[in-house]
Each structure stands twice: as C-alpha cells, then as structure tokens.
C-alpha cells in the first residue's frame, strides 16, 4: 500500500522568504501523480500544484515550485517571496493508476502547518 | 470559473439521527470523490462514483451509503450518527476518461456536529 510521510509538522518563515515543505511516499507503481494542497483557515481544499511522475521536469506555479526526485521518492515544495496569505496547512499527496477502470484516490500525508510571519 | 458546490455547509445532528450531505461537481465533471477529515486529521477517501456507478470504495461504514444521479450530483447519507462521526466532508470532482488521472477539485466541504 502507498504511503505518504510529511515529516514537518510546523513551520514558520518570515514574509518575503523561501521556505521548502518536505515529503517523502512509498510506491511500487511506476506511473503515479502527485499533489500539494493547500488548506488554509477556512478548511477549503486548495490545489497548488501537480506533478506527473513521468515527467522528469519539475513542476513549477508561479512563486511555488517542487524537486521532484523519483529514484528517492521524495517530493518537496518551495514556495519563494512567501506572503500572509500563504499561512495554511500543506497537504501532499498521492495518486497512483488504476489501469483496472476504477477511479484514483488521493492519499494524503498528515500535513504541514506554514506560518508566514510579518 | 465554476466550482465543486456542496450543501449544506454547516449541520448538526444528535446522535442516532440520519444526515444528507450534497455534492454539484463542477459542469463536465464525471467523477465524483467523498473523502471525511476528522479533527487534526489528514482527508480519508470514503467513496467515489463515475458515470452514476459507484467505482471505488474506502474506509466508509456500512451506516454510510451514497450514489449519484443522472446530473452527476451525489449525496451522501450517513444513519445512526455517531459522535465519531463529527468531521469535515468533501467532495471532490473530476474528468473520467482513461485511467482517471485528472485533477481532483474540492468543494468547500460540509461541517457535521453530532451532538
């Protein structure tokens, strides 16, 4: 069964640095996708970014990017200029492929609260 | 552009009483996914549903059930509340098609008290 572990469970940073979120998963899939979501006070379910596994290149959305190592089944976040509004817990998860015509479920790590200070 | 809607947004139950809660994914979406966030807890998948079947199934009680209907809306009925049973819920929408691998998208989820 995949897994998925976030190792930190609070952070802070200052407003207008960068602050890497990490995360780790377990797999025996080759083919799988995986997310970082946001949920920031008002609990709402908040994609930040997408990365396909067989994509080599990094995914990256603006002032949020990811190192996405595969042989190492790590997948971090940077979030770069971080401001207020970037305070939330960050969620990473996982989807592997169900080539057996069921749906896909996100699995999701245990989260990491950002606090961006002023 | 349009969102996951969900209804209602807040309710609150006495134990042993019975919930609805209603998902309208986003226009064109297929698939629909139930996931419970308990308090300090990450999302768990309970159910998900494609083209009105249900597809795949998670940690979700039998007191649970759910379905979709002809315009792609769920519902998720929940009998004999438990006080465990007190979380957040979320639907979550998406495209079909092969292998399922589009983006989920999350509704602003609905909050169940059981008292």
């Known amino acids: 069964a995949q897994t998925v572990t976030q190792s930190q469970p609070e952070m802070s940073v200052q407003e207008a640095e960068t602050v890497t979120l990490s995360c780790t998963y377990d797999?025996?899939?080759?083919?799988?996708?995986l997310f970082w979501y946001k949920q920031p006070p008002s609990r709402q379910m908040i994609l930040v970014i997408r990365q396909e596994a067989y994509k080599q290149q990094n995914a990256t959305e603006n002032r949020f990017s990811v190192n996405f190592q595969k042989a190492a089944k790590s997948f971090s976040l940077k979030i770069s200029d971080s401001q207020l509004g970037d305070t939330a817990m960050y969620f990473c998860?996982?989807?592997?492929?169900?080539?057996?015509?069921?749906?896909?479920?996100?699995?999701f790590g245990t989260g990491t609260l950002l606090a961006v200070q002023p | 552009a349009a969102g996951v809607i969900q209804s209602p947004r807040h309710l609150i139950k006495e134990k042993r009483e019975t919930a609805t809660l209603k998902c309208y994914p986003i226009p064109r979406h297929d698939t629909v996914y139930w996931y419970q966030q308990g308090p300090g807890q990450d999302p768990q998948f309970l159910i998900s549903f494609y083209e009105k079947m249900q597809s795949d199934k998670g940690s979700i009680p039998d007191r649970f059930s759910a379905q979709q209907f002809s315009d792609y809306h769920s519902e998720l009925n929940m009998s004999s509340l438990e006080l465990g049973d007190s979380a957040l819920y979320f639907c979550?929408?998406?495209?079909?098609?092969?292998?399922?691998?589009?983006?989920?998208?999350f509704g602003p989820g609905t909050r169940l008290t059981v008292l």
């Open positions: 998860a996982f989807m592997g492929v169900n080539y057996g015509g069921a749906t896909n479920k996100l699995i």
């Open positions: 797999t025996s899939e080759n083919n799988y996708y």
């Open positions: 979550a929408s998406s495209l079909g098609g092969l292998a399922f691998t589009d983006t989920q998208y």
